[in-house]
Nanobody, 127 residues
Framework: QVQLVESGGGLVQAGGSLRLSCAASGRTFSSNAMGWFRQAPGKEREFVAAISWRDEDTDYLGSVKGRFTVSRDNAKNTVYLQMNSLKPEDTAVYYC????????????????????WGQGTQVTVSS
């Protein structure tokens, strides 16, 4: 049984930081890209960040570049999202996900490329 479990969300003031973690079990995703998505109330789920199986290959939503960093620890089967300089518009439920294809050349920004999802963790940034 494949399971992705997210943690690290919470309530912070604007300018603060959080680190989200996503631990996978039931399957090793060392050869799969991992992504982070978020969904704010009344909005569609959107791509935030992704990291390929070659962890030097990353991609980010333009509005989070320079503030968020995605990383992975394959030995722990875990992916992280370090979020700095948080803004109220970052408020959303954040989800981690695993690409269904092993060894994709570049990390995908497409929601439909991800078949395994975590339960989501709430991030709330107050002004």
């Amino acid at each position: 049984q494949v399971q992705l479990v997210e943690s690290g969300g919470g309530l912070v003031q604007a300018g603060g930081s959080l680190r989200l973690s996503c631990a996978a079990s039931g399957r090793t995703f060392s050869s799969n890209a991992m992504g982070w998505f978020r969904q704010a109330p009344g909005k569609e789920r959107e791509f935030v960040a992704a990291i390929s199986w070659r962890d030097e290959d990353t991609d980010y939503l333009g509005s989070v570049k320079g503030r968020f960093t995605v990383s992975r620890d394959n030995a722990k089967n875990t992916v992280y999202l370090q979020m700095n300089s948080l803004k109220p518009e970052d408020t959303a439920v954040y989800y981690c996900a695993a690409d269904r294809f092993a060894m994709r050349l570049q990390p995908s920004t497409r929601l439909t490329d991800y078949d395994y999802w975590g339960q989501g963790t709430q991030v709330t940034v107050s002004s």
